[in-house]
């Protein structure tokens, strides 16, 4: 009941305008890497792409390099569900300190200023976490087409595991140091997980996607405080 009732205070807080604006600047900068993505990927056909080709008994055929232009293009659509977990999940990473951060002014206004990391790390570290990502997820690829109906509940779990691990780590270290961090994510491995899945449920959704993990990032700083901070 107290993932609940986090997950609720979460959401009442979505209106604040430290999170629109992490929600602004998380969609400005996914619309423009989706877009730098999809336009390589379409020069890259284009380039390796003859105009014509000409096949035996038929002749010049110039249609080969459109048919699998649209090809690419509806490979891109469909694997834009798995490409949404670690988009959003680095772009939001990158602003996780403002979501929290305004999280502990509105609900924990008497903690001490938490550590800082340099822009650096946290930019190390979003990277990092969407390489993770996208390498479990491409390990993955293999359950999604050899088991069709576990493709979703295997993209769920594996993606809250994920998720729920890195998103609880990151907050904690701002209190807890590394260590105390990676130690109360142990003892408290299966709530995170559960909580992870949560967010990884609807971020396949369009928009969605971005809305949510700034919402995980908001339910792990109250777990966080919750589960280490009495009082």
């Given at each position: ?47 390796l792409l003859p105009e014509s080709v000409t096949l035996p008994w038929i002749g010049p055929v110039g249609f080969l390099d459109d048919l699998v232009s ?162």
């Amino acid at each position: 009941m107290t993932l609940i009732a986090d997950f609720g205070r979460a959401l009442a807080q979505l209106r604040d305008p430290r999170f629109l604006h992490v929600l602004l600047k998380a969609l400005l900068i996914t619309v423009a890497g989706l877009a730098v993505v999809f336009w390589a990927v379409m020069l890259g056909v284009g380039w390796l792409l003859p105009e014509s080709v000409t096949l035996p008994w038929i002749g010049p055929v110039g249609f080969l390099d459109d048919l699998v232009s649209w090809a690419a293009v509806g490979l891109m659509l469909g694997l834009s569900v798995v490409r949404r977990v670690p988009t959003a999940a680095a772009v939001v990473g990158f602003f996780l300190e403002d979501v929290a951060d305004a999280v502990e002014a509105r609900h924990y206004p008497d903690l001490p200023p938490a550590e800082a990391f340099a822009i650096s790390v946290q930019v190390k570290d979003a990277l990092r976490f969407c390489a993770l990502v996208v390498a479990v997820n491409a390990a993955a690829l293999v359950v999604y087409f050899l088991m069709p109906p576990l493709a979703p509940f295997a993209f769920w779990l594996v993606n809250g595991f994920l998720l729920g691990r890195e998103y609880f780590q990151l907050v904690a270290m701002r209190r807890l140091g590394p260590e105390g961090a990676a130690r109360l994510r142990r003892a408290n491995a299966g709530r995170i997980w559960l909580a992870g899945t949560a967010m990884a449920v609807p971020l396949s959704v369009p928009v969605l996607n971005l809305i949510v993990p700034i919402l995980g990032v908001a339910v792990f700083t109250h777990q966080v405080h919750r589960l280490s901070l009495p009082g």
